[in-house]
């Protein structure tokens, strides 16, 4: 699996938008989650939503091609790591 977002490798133009926006927004959120300003850097965070929504609608991550699912994973894994810094998701499950 690799962990580097190739934008070489992306196919579709969600993928791009979505991984501009990301990087984008990177240092900001970073910046702030660092100064424990953590309402801001998720307000930050909520201008990905339509890039997301449009990922998810154009998108398949999960195809043949394993360059290009490897690629996807690692785009949606830099998203969940600027996520992380206020929340680890692997935490949370449904509770039987």
């Known amino acids: 699996l690799i962990d580097t977002v ?3 490798q992306f ?3 969600a993928e791009q938008d ?3 926006q990301i990087e984008t927004l990177r ?3 970073q910046t702030l989650f660092k100064q424990g ?3 801001e850097g998720l307000r930050q965070l909520a201008y990905l939503n339509t ?3 449009a990922f998810f609608d154009a998108v398949m991550v999960i195809v043949e091609d394993v360059q290009i699912r490897q690629n996807r994973l690692a785009l949606l894994k830099s998203l969940t790591t600027l996520f992380g810094h ?3 998701f692997s935490k949370l499950h449904q509770e039987k």
């Open 51 to 53: 890039n997301v929504n």
């Open 27 to 29: 240092p900001t959120v």
């Open 37 to 39: 300003k953590y309402a």
């Open 11 to 13: 196919t579709i133009p």
């Open 6 to 8: 190739q934008p070489t």
């Open 86 to 88: 206020v929340a680890d």
């Open 18 to 20: 979505l991984y501009q």
